[in-house]
């Protein structure tokens, strides 16, 4: 028995020895390679397209109600998992196969695609923008022109809490800073965790970030960092953020273990509704999960949310919120299909229905005049839910979009590595501003 | 077999000077590689030279492409982060092969001989290389979770570790769950090396009175040489480009921290994160180039491409 021949002659020695590792590595680099296949729009002539998110359940019927209407010029709905979404609508704008009608976030990441020229305007007339709570819009506002419609619930980032445990405890829902830390430390004595964090997946880090600077230093400065003066990365009231951030972690609010928890796998929700943690800061949309992950909870009136603790010496006002004002629909540029898609967004978005059936769902979408709606719901739960939403967002001087949803893509990474090493205490509360001023510049 | 494929002499210089004229069955040769020639270069050159080019160019994924010139690779080679996760890679390379080398070895040396059982324990030790890498990881983090993962099970509780989650430990977690991954994949190629060492050999040794782990280092470690040389080859150059497994088990951001950024994701995250191409490009031709690299250097130092035989005189 012979070893096994590479070649089938005695070739060049050296040539069949690069053969030889050719081969290898093609050989590894496809055992290690994922097959990942290419959009396939199937585009009728009259027909639209529209691409969004797979959770956007309501949306999509908003999309059947507009094809019963339209039925020989239908919309062709494409969803999508989050992050996939992303990526594949920025590939498919590079490659002029983007749909005609897309779902996005506002902020800067729209923002990239309409100073590209790949986004149409949106005038008044067109989709009727008044409807919708103005500092909403703000979000899809670029030099004073609107590019996009809100086409779902405000999110504001509140504070979740597990009444049964702050009551074990003899712990009051935290109003400030100073309570939050007391607390934090009357939790810990009772072994619960005192606030539930997925650190793991770093954005819900940063909304404790965002929340604590707004509050130390108002909404001027993340404004002016928005705006592209990342020098303002170094203002001093980013230090105290991060100060506060890491005085938190350092008192042990967050337990051992938030760094190995991951938001998607819902570890993080599951402490809040076992028990296992008091408190959490998260998004509107968490509701609607406890909701469905533990029903007996909100039966039994045991959840409990209150806007972020205040910072009774900071600059900001305690009534402003942060958080995804809502998720946009924008018109492509090179669309061949704009009256129709302008029906679409006008009459069908956020329409009378739509805006039932997000309220039923626990969301409130971002339209004005909702109280005689939210007076009509029938859960008494559902109904003190929607109605906190509502006048948070309502009395709230400022709505500030995510960080990393607002500034330009390339500085969403920095943004999110940084958070974690300063949440991990690898970093200094001062160099977090360093660090980002030189990212972003 | 020997008339049709003579065995390459050790001496083999002379060859370097005299190519003999294309044969008969040479141009049989390369017609029957010219499918694999032709995928090779579409799916493997072809983008190879574009992500060259684009190395040397600006773009966001979305505008027009401008040139750059030199200022990807400038900026790629004085970031301290690459360096960073070149170090990391190399960590993960250098610890994956001596954590799944043995493993593979041990593994492969129990399942050779024929037996109902070990036939029985081979199907289970080959389950991991069944699953995508994806579904491996989510599963791995599920099962890691501290509050509600193997660690919140009674008398396993020593294991309600953040492993996943402390900088110091990640890297290493990270690295124990590719090799649950590949040690089936390598343990089944060493399984096959083994069961081609002829029995004469053994029995020889036996004769002469040589207990079992004298025929294992003396015989099966040493017949293994290619297939060693073979599994290595893989293992280091696969765990230099490896991406999915840890891309999950981060949550996509080689977190915590920077703890588990290795080159490959660092490449992702510029590419289709920052949407930073021609960078991507930059760190993606610094992949393949050590890559390169690497397998060429395998393949020299261990004599893989002489393939001589290790039974001359069988």
């Known amino acids: 028995m012979q070893g096994i021949p590479l070649t089938g002659s005695s070739g060049i020695p050296g040539a069949r020895r690069a053969v030889a590792s050719v081969v290898v590595l093609a050989a590894a680099m496809s055992l290690a390679a994922c097959g990942t296949s290419g959009p396939s729009t199937t585009e009728s002539a009259k027909g639209l397209t529209m691409w969004a998110l797979n959770d956007q359940t309501i949306l999509k019927d908003s999309v059947d109600a507009y094809n019963k209407d339209h039925p020989d010029a239908k919309i062709t709905l494409r969803l999508f998992a989050n992050?996939?979404?992303?990526?594949k609508l920025r590939v498919a704008f590079g490659a002029d196969q983007a749909p005609d009608i897309f779902f996005s976030w506002g902020g800067g990441a729209l923002n990239d695609y309409v100073e590209a020229g790949k986004v149409d305007a949106l005038t008044e007339a067109q989709v009727d923008t008044a409807r919708f709570t103005p500092s909403v819009m703000q979000s899809a506002t670029f030099g004073g022109e609107v590019y996009g419609v809100p086409a779902n619930g405000l999110a504001p980032v509140v504070l979740y809490y597990n009444k049964k445990v702050l009551k074990k405890a003899g712990v009051e829902p935290p109003k400030t800073y100073d309570d939050l830390l007391a607390a934090v430390r009357k939790l810990k004595g009772e072994d619960v965790v005192p606030l539930s964090l997925a650190a793991n997946s770093k954005w819900p880090t940063l909304m404790y970030l965002e929340y604590l600077l707004d509050r130390t230093g108002g909404s001027r400065v993340f404004t002016k960092i928005a705006s592209g003066d990342s020098a303002t990365w170094k203002d001093p009231s980013v230090t105290r953020a991060n100060q506060y951030l890491q005085d938190l972690s350092k008192a042990g609010a967050f337990g051992d273990n938030a760094s190995s928890v991951s938001y998607d796998q819902g570890a993080s929700t599951a402490l809040l509704y076992t028990g296992k943690a008091a408190m959490e800061v998260m998004g509107t949309w968490e509701y609607a999960n406890i909701a469905k992950a533990a029903p007996d909870l909100l039966k039994d009136g045991d959840l409990g949310y209150t806007a972020f603790p205040a910072l009774p010496d900071g600059a900001g006002s305690p009534k402003n919120i942060v958080g995804n004002p809502s998720n946009f629909l924008s018109l492509n540029a090179a669309s061949k299909n704009k009256s129709a898609a302008l029906t679409y967004l006008k009459d069908y978005v956020l329409d009378d229905s739509q805006v039932d059936a997000y309220l039923a769902a626990g969301s409130v979408p971002p339209v004005k005049g909702l109280e005689s709606k939210l007076a009509a719901v029938t859960s008494t739960s559902d109904k003190q839910w929607l109605t906190f939403?509502?006048?948070?967002?309502?009395n709230a001087p400022g709505f500030q979009l995510s960080w990393d949803q607002a500034l330009p893509s390339d500085q969403a990474d920095p943004l999110l590595t940084n958070t974690d090493k300063s949440f991990l205490r690898q970093i200094s509360p001062a160099e977090f501003g360093t660090?980002?001023?030189?990212a972003g510049s | 077999m020997t008339a049709l494929v003579p065995t390459p002499t050790r001496t083999s210089t002379s060859t370097r000077t005299s190519t003999p004229p294309p044969t008969r069955r040479q141009s049989h040769g390369l017609l029957m590689a010219a499918p694999a020639l032709l995928l090779f270069g579409l799916f493997a050159l072809v983008p190879l030279v574009g992500v060259v080019a684009l190395s040397l160019a600006r773009w966001d994924g979305l505008?027009?492409?401008?040139?750059?010139?030199?200022?990807?690779?400038?900026?790629?080679?004085t970031d301290g982060a690459t360096w960073q996760a070149l170090w990391l890679t190399v960590k993960v390379m250098a610890v994956s092969w001596l954590v799944q080398t043995p493993v593979a070895l041990a593994l492969g040396a129990f399942q050779a001989p024929r037996g109902r059982l070990r036939a029985l324990f081979a199907v289970l030790f080959f389950f991991p290389l069944l699953l995508s890498a994806v579904a491996i990881g989510l599963t791995w983090q599920a099962l890691l979770d501290p509050s509600f993962g193997i660690g919140a099970t009674p008398g396993l509780h020593w294991l309600a570790e953040p492993l996943l989650?402390?900088?110091?430990?990640?890297?290493?977690?990270?690295?124990?769950?590719?090799?649950?991954?590949?040690?089936?994949?390598?343990?089944l190629l060493y399984q096959a090396g083994i069961r081609q060492i002829p029995t004469a050999l053994y029995e020889a040794a036996a004769l002469d009175g040589a207990g079992p782990a004298t025929r294992f280092w003396r015989i099966t470690l040493p017949q293994l040489k290619y297939t060693m040389v073979t599994s290595s080859t893989l293992m280091l150059v696969g765990s230099l480009t490896y991406f999915d497994l840890i891309f999950v088990l981060s949550g996509g951001t080689g977190g915590p921290g920077t703890a588990t950024r290795v080159l490959p994701l660092a490449m992702y995250i510029t590419g289709f994160q920052a949407h930073d191409m021609g960078?991507?490009?930059a760190v993606a031709t610094l992949l393949v180039v050590l890559g390169l690299g690497l397998s060429l250097l395998t393949t020299r130092l261990s004599g893989f491409a002489r393939m001589d035989s290790q039974q001359e005189g069988m």
Do not use: C, E
């Open chain 2, 279 to 281: 960078r991507a490009s």
């Open chain 2, 165 to 187: 989650g402390s900088p110091d430990l990640a890297l290493y977690t990270v690295i124990f769950v590719i090799a649950w991954q590949f040690v089936p994949f390598h343990a």
């Open chain 1, 83 to 87: 992050d996939d979404y992303k990526q």
């Open chain 2, 63 to 77: 505008g027009s492409v401008g040139w750059a010139g030199g200022a990807n690779w400038t900026g790629v080679l």
């Open chain 1, 435 to 438: 660090s980002m001023s030189k």
């Open chain 1, 389 to 394: 939403v509502y006048d948070l967002v309502q």
